[in-house]
């Protein structure tokens, strides 16, 4: 296990500098550079801002010492500060990042907790109503813009219905409301951007869970159990399905980067005040420091989320060795 | 063979049916000038917000223009973006892809670390951070969409060459001396052909689904330049008076990706070895 993790960890270095590479050229992308960050290009940057950026990426320097410079910054960790406010862009990034990885969690789990029974009982009856019904789900799902769903449900349960909040994570005044009737605002709040944000993802991991249940039921191992008599129940569940979530767990982690960039459109559509939000605002705003922070901030939680997934993956398969393909 | 393969993706209904609806559709694109029922620009101001009627069926919307007619001419974005995107995607995937595999090694390495790096960003952020450096029209989000999504082909069109070199009729050529251009381009590729179709296929709603997303964000399509995105983003702004705005657009988006996941499915599956002991 611990070879394992020290292997794993070392892949991940030339990945990381990987990352940190293209944020640097998406920097310099920017028309005429290195004099982009000249005021008309950002109206809202402050002459103070600009001259600290200036210093922040060595404008004057040749690019590849800007390159080194800047990679000295980060892992210091410090982003800069914003165009917008002035403030620390890691500030700003740790207050809106628990939100985000909050909903992302919720939908994780919300994904796994649905799509699996989902996928299991449409594989135990292939060609059953049920499961032509998953197939017409599941093209749905690949197919809908996800904000336009969004539009709709909150036409519908907001606007019309009434029944669901359809902006922010809390209502106005609820930190005087007692202690059970807030956490009840909050789930109201949270019900639809949660539902819709794992939409295309409960289409995608119930369709896999199905394949894969479908293959694993057709193995050998599965009729030796049958034949031994064992009860239908266990051979599914003990037999079949832990072998079924082993790629399972893998399209989770690799799931991670699509909910993560989805919530710049869903908390924007929802005004949630979370990271996602924060990049949209600094996109329309142009406030590079800020942009180039959440980037790199959004691969890095990508990494980790595929970390904890191969983790997971090898702690449910001990045959996993560190050999596999890249 | 590719009559075959045709013959077998009309018998799905359902494909048969995606590609009715998309030939429908650029049809709808190419000559929007002369279906449109009005001007999409033409602001009225006497009409603004008008609920769907005969006059105008989709409605109008908060400057009085004619929403079936904005629809309309939307679809040439829509699909502009798609295709384009998908061939810079396509093109790009097919030739790392193909340089990895052949040459292996180093090569390889270094070109995989790349898909796994482009892999580790939320695909959204690096269009959106892009978009935002730059102008956002209508060109660099086609471009900025298809530089983000060629990974999968690179790695699928990577795994095809592995297996295909080894064969004899690439040892063949290789023995009479072919250069590896056209190795991998006369030989190797054409053999590889029919995943990256499919995986084309696929990835045309993939960048629609994305461009209308940028738009909806208003960072796509620039109004007044009518795009499906960009309706429907007025539409979240008049949510609570104006359901058609933000219905019929997305009809629009949804039946459009639909078809071409639909088409790619049966297309996977005509050209999937494991079915072709049928006919």
């Known amino acids: 296990m611990f070879s394992y993790l020290i292997k794993r960890l070392l892949l991940m270095i030339p990945i990381l500098f990987g990352i940190t590479l293209i944020c640097f050229i998406v920097i310099n992308l920017a028309p005429g550079s290195p004099a982009m960050f000249q005021e008309e290009l950002s109206p809202k940057a402050s002459a103070e801002a600009v001259q600290a950026l200036k210093k922040l990426y060595g404008l004057d320097k040749p690019l590849h010492e800007r390159y080194i410079n800047w990679l000295k910054m980060v892992f210091t960790l410090d982003l800069g500060k914003s165009f917008v406010d002035g403030r620390k862009v890691e500030d700003k990034i740790k207050e809106r990042l628990p939100i985000t990885i909050t909903l992302n969690l919720l939908s994780l789990m919300f994904i796994f907790i649905v799509a699996i029974p989902i996928g299991v009982y449409s594989a135990l009856r292939p060609g059953s109503v049920f499961d032509r019904a998953l197939t017409f789900f599941v093209f749905t799902g690949f197919s809908v813009p996800t904000f336009w769903l969004a539009l709709l449900a909150m036409i519908v349960f907001g606007v019309n219905l009434g029944w669901l909040p359809i902006s922010g994570i809390q209502s106005i005044g609820a930190e005087k409301m007692p202690f059970h009737e807030r956490v009840i605002d909050y789930i109201k709040h949270l019900i639809l951007p949660v539902t819709i944000m794992s939409f295309s993802g409960l289409a995608g991991m119930s369709r896999y869970t199905r394949s894969s249940m479908l293959e694993v039921l057709n193995q050998e191992y599965i009729r030796t159990a049958r034949a031994k008599g064992l009860p239908e129940k266990v051979v599914i569940f003990r037999h079949a399905l832990r072998n079924a979530l082993l790629p399972v767990i893998t399209l989770l982690g690799l799931s991670i980067p699509g909910l993560i960039g989805g919530s710049v459109i869903f908390e924007s559509i929802f005004s949630i005040p979370g990271m996602g939000q924060l990049f949209y605002s600094s996109a329309m705003a142009r406030d590079y420091p800020t942009i180039m922070g959440i980037l790199l901030i959004g691969a890095l939680l990508t990494l980790i989320g595929n970390l904890i997934a191969d983790i997971a993956y090898f702690i449910v398969d001990p045959r996993i060795r560190v050999k596999r393909d890249v | ?279």
């Open chain 2, 1 to 279: 063979m590719f009559k075959i393969i045709f013959r077998r993706v009309l018998k799905n209904k359902f494909a048969l049916a995606g590609l009715i609806f998309i030939f429908s559709i650029v049809f709808v694109a190419v000559f929007s000038s002369y279906i449109a029922p009005y001007d999409p620009y033409e602001i009225n101001v006497y009409k603004v917000l008008e609920p769907p009627s005969k006059e105008h069926p989709f409605g109008t919307d908060e400057l009085g223009r004619d929403v079936l007619s904005r629809v309309i001419y939307g679809a040439k974005v829509s699909l502009k973006v798609g295709f384009l995107a998908m061939g810079i995607a396509i093109i790009t995937g097919t030739i790392l892809g193909a340089v990895a595999g052949y040459y292996g090694g180093l090569i390889d390495s270094i070109i995989m670390r790349v898909v796994d790096v482009m892999l580790s960003f939320p695909t959204l952020f690096l269009i959106l951070a892009v978009v935002a450096f730059l102008e956002p029209n209508i060109y660099i989000i086609m471009i900025v969409i298809g530089l983000t999504g060629w990974m999968d082909v690179a790695r699928l069109v990577r795994a095809e060459v592995l297996s295909l070199k080894e064969r004899e009729f690439v040892l063949a050529a290789r023995a009479i001396g072919a250069s590896s251009f056209r190795i991998i381009f006369k030989h190797i590729l054409p053999n590889a052909i029919y995943p990256v179709i499919v995986a084309a296929t696929f990835s045309v709603g993939g960048a629609i689904l994305i461009e209308s997303g940028l738009s909806f964000l208003g960072l796509g399509v620039q109004p007044p330049e009518p795009s499906w995105g960009g309706i429907l983003s007025i539409g979240k702004d008049y949510i609570t008076v104006a359901w058609w705005l933000s219905l019929f657009p997305g009809i629009a988006i949804f039946l459009t990706v639909l078809s071409f996941n639909l088409v790619g499915e049966a297309l996977r599956d005509a050209t999937d070895p494991k079915y072709w002991t049928e006919d």
